[in-house]
């Protein structure tokens, strides 16, 4: 009995010390300050906002005109001058397929080409080639050419008002280099006037567009 008596004495030691230890820990909760370092200067910081969309790059309006062969060309520089465009006037050039032809006939000789060339000068007429090479076209006068008929016969007629009677139109298939004007960012004035110039030149094209970056 005496070794019951020892055992269920020390199980009662056992839960006395177990109850005061419990009694004395500190609760779980109580330090949590400690790890709380330095929560006076902790700040909330706002979320940065999105990063705004790039703007859709505007693009700056031009005027294409053309194509001008060189005879033409000299003409239409001419013209320009008086809108003082500056550097805003560009140029492209390509080779492109002429199918008519505007030309006074083959003369008899060099001396009766001269001859119609003083008078188309004396009309006013300025733009034109006179052919001195041997062949079928030897001693004609070019005085154009164009892309279709149309344009043809408008430059003709615009010849034939100011007094050139012998000139014609006739097919002929040429390779030429052409020239087309980008004039970039014209005002509402200066196309009003591009679009009246462009009618002294027929055959001609202006369009707007888009200019290249």
């Known amino acids: 009995m005496k070794w019951v008596v020892l055992i269920l004495l020390m199980l009662n030691v056992a839960l006395g010390g177990y109850a005061y230890i419990q009694h004395t820990r500190p609760h779980p909760d109580a330090n949590i300050a400690d790890f709380q370092m330095n929560a006076d200067k902790v700040r909330i910081v706002a ?3 999105p990063a705004p969309k790039r703007a859709v790059e505007e693009r700056t309006a031009c005027l294409e005109w053309g194509s001008f062969g060189d005879l033409a060309l ?3 520089s001419d013209a320009l001058s008086s809108l003082n465009l500056g550097d805003r006037i560009g140029a ?3 080779e492109i397929t002429m199918n008519w032809w505007v030309h006074m006939p083959p003369q008899r000789s060099r001396a009766r080409m001269q001859t119609k060339a003083d008078e188309l000068i004396e009309l006013g007429v300025t733009d034109f080639d ?4 041997k062949g079928r076209w030897q001693y004609a006068i ?3 050419a164009f892309g ?3 344009g043809a ?5 615009q010849l034939k008002s100011k007094g050139v009677r012998s000139a014609d139109i006739a097919r002929r298939e040429q390779q030429m280099m052409q020239t087309t004007l980008v004039i970039r960012a014209p005002t509402p004035t200066e ?5 009246e110039l462009a009618t002294r030149f027929p055959g001609s094209i202006m369009r707007a567009t888009q200019c290249a970056s």
């Open 47 to 49: 979320e940065p906002p």
């Open 74 to 76: 000299r003409r239409v």
């Open 92 to 94: 492209r050039k390509e």
């Open 130 to 133: 006179p052919i001195a090479e």
């Open 142 to 144: 070019s005085l154009g």
């Open 148 to 150: 279709d008929e149309k």
């Open 153 to 157: 016969r408008e430059y003709l007629a």
């Open 191 to 195: 196309s009003t006037k591009l679009v």
